[in-house]
């Protein structure tokens, strides 16, 4: 039996809750939370300059995760300014909090909260960000709703999502070598998958229909330091990725096995002997109430 849209959205946030709140996931973003600053790096540049931060302002981060961009913009906004960091999921939440006391950040306040139903009032923010976390949006047209209500008059957002699979050496060389073997099954549309807006054309009709005076979105391939081995960038990937984890798990251990090894081989010609250096691409989605 197919379900109707009202029963698809529910099932995509029961999926989304569970990704995200599991003990396991959270544990995985916790033990790789610094290489992963250091690997999303050139993903928060772009969110930061696209959000056009000085000293004394007020933020707004959704899907904060185990901390960035948030530590990167508290320290931008400064002492004067503040960021206001949340997420659904309380296991991530702690593991930012923990994040920001050990750089002795303490312009951030941490709450959990759906981006749904955000519990601030409207016009409290000079800026809204999230890298990486529109895509979980199980009903993006009500989260955009909500970015617009909480951002002041004059107030800039700025995102940044996955690009298209195809564009991407990091996550291509990943899971070429599965693909190979089995097609991935394509996802139902506005699943919430990684590479869910690497076509952004809806997303920005939907914020040009929300009412922001200005919508820009820009596609950019850039280099993403792991700063690991080869083996370990995938260690990491299935251990963050909880999304691509069921199509990994599908797999035989054995085949898992030789894949990695495949894998391991492909990424030898990005390695530099302290970094391995795939290009991903990525969006960047800024905007103005
Ligand atoms: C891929 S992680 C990104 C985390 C972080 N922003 C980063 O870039 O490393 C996705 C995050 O989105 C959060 N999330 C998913 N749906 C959400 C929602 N409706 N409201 C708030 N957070 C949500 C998850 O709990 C998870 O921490």
């Known amino acids: 039996m197919s379900m109707n849209a009202a029963q698809q959205?529910?099932?995509?946030?029961?999926?989304?809750?569970?990704?995200?709140?599991?003990?396991?996931?959270?544990?995985?973003?916790?033990?790789?939370?610094?290489?992963?600053?250091?690997?999303?790096?050139?993903?928060?540049?772009?969110l930061i300059e696209h959000a056009q931060l000085r000293n004394g302002l007020k933020v707004l981060d959704l899907a904060c995760g185990?901390?960035?961009?948030?530590l990167s913009i508290a320290r931008r906004v400064g002492p004067s300014g503040s960021v206001i960091a949340t997420d659904l999921s309380e296991g991530m939440l702690g593991v930012a909090a923990k994040n920001a006391a050990d750089a002795g950040l303490s312009n951030i306040v941490f709450k959990t909260a759906d981006a749904h139903q955000l519990?601030?009032?409207d016009r409290a923010f000079d800026r809204v960000v999230s890298r990486l976390g529109l895509m979980y949006f199980w009903n993006i047209e009500k989260a955009i709703a909500e970015i617009h209500r909480v951002l002041k008059p004059g107030g800039v957002a700025s995102f940044v999502v996955w690009g298209a699979a195809e564009n991407n050496e990091y996550f291509g060389t990943i899971l070429a070598p599965f693909m190979q073997r089995r097609e991935m099954p394509t996802p139902p549309d506005d699943a919430p998958t990684p590479t869910r807006f690497g076509d952004t054309a809806k997303l920005i009709a939907l914020?040009?229909?929300?009412?922001?005076?200005?919508?820009?979105?820009?596609?950019?391939?850039?280099?993403?330091?792991?700063?690991?081995?080869?083996?370990?960038?995938?260690?990491?990937?299935?251990?963050?990725a909880a999304p691509l984890q069921p199509y990994i798990d599908s797999f035989d251990v054995q085949v898992q096995a030789e894949v990695l090894d495949e894998i391991e081989q492909a990424f030898g010609r990005c390695w530099d002997g302290t970094h391995t250096n795939a290009a991903a691409?990525?969006?960047?989605?800024?905007l103005k109430k």
């Open 119 to 121: 519990p601030f009032a």
């Open 207 to 240: 914020f040009r229909q929300a009412g922001f005076s200005e919508v820009h979105s820009q596609e950019y391939r850039e280099v993403l330091p792991w700063p690991g081995t080869p083996r370990e960038l995938y260690s990491h990937f299935y251990d963050v």
């Open 281 to 286: 691409s990525f969006n960047a989605i800024y």
């Open 66 to 70: 185990v901390g960035e961009p948030s």
């Open 9 to 46: 959205t529910m099932h995509f946030e029961n999926v989304v809750r569970q990704e995200w709140t599991n003990t396991v996931t959270v544990n995985a973003w916790d033990r790789w939370s610094a290489q992963q600053a250091v690997h999303c790096q050139p993903l928060t540049d772009r």
